[in-house]
Structures are given as C-alpha cells and as structure tokens.
C-alpha cells in the first residue's frame, strides 16, 4: 500500500519542518512526502516535489495525509478546513530532541520544532505550532491553530485561545491556578512582547510591558 504525505506550505515554515517530517517517516518504502504549496508548485525544493492541492488529491495513493506548516494562524485554518473537506487525513510531525513531561495532550496536526519543551499538565489543542526554542510550561491549556514564533516562552498556568499568533522572543507571565493568565482567540502578541496581563480577543500588543497597539499611537 503507498502512502502520500503532504506537508502543505513550501516556505519558510515548511522548509523548516520538512526535515523532521523526513525523519519521522524514516526509512518506510512506501511513503512519499512531497511538499504542496498552491503558489510554488511544479519545483523541486529541498529534495521534495512541490504540487499544488489539486494536484496532490489525485496523485496515485492508496492514502494520503497532510500537516500545514503554514505560520498565520487565520490561513492555517483555512487551509485544514480545506484538507479536511476534501477528507484527507492529518499528520503532526515533532522533531526528536523535543522534551514533553507528564500528561501533555496535544491535538492533531501538532508542528513541535528542535529544543522546544512542553513541561507537565498542559493541554493543547489542533494545529499548534510551537517554533525553535520555545517552551510551555505547567498548566497551561492552548487552543486550535495557534502559533510559538521562534523562542516563546510562556510560563505556567496561561490560558491561550483559538487562533492567537505569539511572536519571535515573546515572554508571558505565570498566572495563577486560581486566576490564568488569559489570551483572547485571535490576538497577537508581538516580537519581544513581554505579556504581564490579560490580552483581548482580537487585540495585538507589543511592548514591556506589552500594550495595545493602537493605545500607544493614540
Ligand atoms: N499557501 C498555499 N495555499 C494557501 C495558502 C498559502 O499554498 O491557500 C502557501 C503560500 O504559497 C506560501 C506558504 O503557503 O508559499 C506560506 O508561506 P509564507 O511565506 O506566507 O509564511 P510561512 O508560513 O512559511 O512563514
């Protein structure tokens, strides 16, 4: 039986993931993994073939399977919600060296980059991406499609919606069992932010400590 997997997104992020795609699957003749980029296909990038979404639906397999290395939060899940019409299956890829403690659940799909640590009692949701370096600590509970840029740190008891983008550096504080510090679905935290408070639905904040965006224009 052949297998297809697609790792969809041919740019930076994909690039950065496809080599631990390449090692999970390993040494199984039977597996082809392409990349699937709709702007890009019809290269060569890396050793891959890049196809375009059509295209890889009806290339020859017996099964196929995608994981979205896209960064943006909002196109990642426009693209699953894509894949999953079309009723492709999902795989997550972790590279090796990534530590997880105890009782960590993460959702389907799941993008864990080199030297990120996911410490105990954490809950993840769909598509999370977590970039080098980054780290969740101790009771935090993540939602779907959200996104660690490079070296996040996000410390214990943080409660993260749907859809939030957490820039390069980031830094968030510890909440309280009682009282999580909270990120509201959607917002964006930006490069170096260093998040004491509660953030909005929506909102993007930057800074130290990080602020509104558009508070600090006015
Ligand atoms: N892309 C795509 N189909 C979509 C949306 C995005 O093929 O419906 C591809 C897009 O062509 C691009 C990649 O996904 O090559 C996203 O790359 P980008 O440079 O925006 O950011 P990255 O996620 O790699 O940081």
Redo the contacts with the bound molecule.
């Keep these: 039986m052949s297998s297809l997997f697609g790792l969809?997104?041919?740019?930076?992020?994909?690039?950065?993931i496809m080599p631990l795609a390449r090692e999970s699957l390993g040494a199984s003749p039977t597996a082809r993994l392409v990349f699937?980029?709709?702007?890009?296909?019809g290269q060569r990038l890396n050793g891959h073939e890049v196809m375009?979404?059509d295209t890889f639906c009806r290339e020859p397999a017996d099964k196929r399977h995608v994981a979205v290395?896209?960064?943006?939060p909002s196109?990642?899940a426009?693209?699953v919600l894509?894949c999953a019409d079309a009723g492709l299956d999902f795989f997550g890829v972790a590279a090796t060296n990534c530590v997880r403690m105890d009782e960590v659940e993460v959702g389907t799909g799941a993008l864990i980059s080199p030297f990120v640590t996911l410490t105990s009692n954490i809950r993840i949701g769909r598509h999370f991406h977590a970039n080098l370096y980054s780290y969740v600590e101790h009771d935090c509970v993540i939602g779907d499609f959200v996104t660690f840029a490079p070296a996040v740190r996000c410390n214990g008891n943080v409660h993260i919606e749907d859809g939030v983008y957490v820039g390069a550096g980031a830094l968030i504080r510890q909440g309280k069992p009682e009282a999580p510090l909270r990120i509201g679905a959607g917002a964006v935290i930006g490069m170096g932010a260093v998040v004491t408070k509660d953030v909005p639905a929506g909102a993007t904040v930057v800074g130290n400590p990080a602020r509104p965006l558009a508070a600090r224009r006015g």
């Design positions: 969809y997104g041919a740019s930076g992020c994909g690039r950065g699937i980029d709709d702007a890009l296909a375009d979404f290395a896209i960064a943006n196109t990642r426009a693209v894509k």
